[in-house]
């Protein structure tokens, strides 16, 4: 992993350690983080690009905002999402197989 | 056999590829009458889809009612674009969980492919947000609510294990 000294020195300061633990809980704006650690945007910005460099962290543009999540989450997260899509639709196109047996054999019936 | 591919494309499409042995007239046929529909679109084991409103028409709205006989369900309403019969339909649609998901624009292709139809969907790939709805309460309710209960049941026993 070539950015681990990256997460290392990221994670060696206690108020990024303390902010990877409030995005444990879910994502979160820059806003709803200065609140807690009652430092300034500024501040709070700064530690989010540390943390963000390292690959510990993802944002993504809502509108103004930029909002904050664990990266690992983010993977594992979508990775179970396409899991269940997957499952379900090969037990859809499993059964659609089936109902085209079955309308093969009826129009053959009619055919003949 | 697995047949079915399913890869995403950019952060924003998902594409699933599928063959099937009909022509892609019955394929086509079984994605847009609603008595076919029913039997098929079905999801994990043990759901049914009671409601089934599929007008098969530019503009046509379509309603899916999925229910497991347990008390859970949930529905999908949409709206079709353009159908290009038997190749091609592209219609979009939400999840209702009970809040609505954004809209999820689907193309389905169907090509002929030697004695078989190619099938190849599009979708859009829902938000963070929505992919966690959907995860939480979902398709997937029923085996949801059993991991929860199998949760439960291992906290409680760890818990008399530490009282023993």
């Known amino acids: 992993m070539e950015n681990l000294d990256a997460a290392f020195g990221a994670l060696a300061d206690p108020t990024r350690r303390a902010i990877l633990a409030r995005l444990a809980l879910g994502e979160a704006t820059v806003m709803e983080l200065v609140k807690p650690f009652e430092l300034t945007q500024p501040a709070i910005s700064q530690h989010l690009k540390v943390l963000e460099n390292a690959g510990l962290i993802t944002r993504r543009v809502d509108g103004t905002k930029r909002p904050c999540r664990l990266a690992k989450e983010g993977v594992a997260e979508i990775d179970q999402w396409l899991a269940m899509l997957r499952k379900a639709l090969a037990k859809n196109y499993d059964r659609l197989d089936e109902i085209l047996a079955e309308m093969q054999t009826k129009k053959g019936r009619r055919t003949r | ?164």
């Open chain 2, 1 to 164: 056999m697995s047949r079915m591919t399913l890869k995403t494309e950019g952060d924003r499409y998902v594409v699933v590829t599928r063959k099937f042995a009909a022509s892609p007239e019955a394929v086509y046929r079984a994605h847009t009458d609603s008595k076919l529909i029913q039997k098929w679109m079905l999801g994990p084991e043990g759901w049914t889809m009671p409601v089934c409103i599929n007008e098969a028409k530019p503009g046509g709205k379509i309603r899916f009612e999925w229910a497991d006989g347990k008390g859970n369900g949930f529905y999908l309403t949409g709206e079709y674009v353009a159908l290009e019969p038997y190749s091609r339909i592209v219609h979009v649609e939400r999840m209702h969980l009970p809040d609505p998901t954004p809209d999820n624009h689907v193309e389905t292709r169907f090509a002929a492919d030697g004695n078989g139809t190619l099938m190849t969907m599009r979708m859009t790939l829902p938000d963070e947000h929505t992919r966690a709805t959907m995860l939480a309460t979902g398709m997937e309710q029923g085996m949801e609510a059993s991991y929860v209960r199998l949760e439960a049941l291992i906290a409680a026993e760890a818990a008399k294990n530490a009282s023993a």
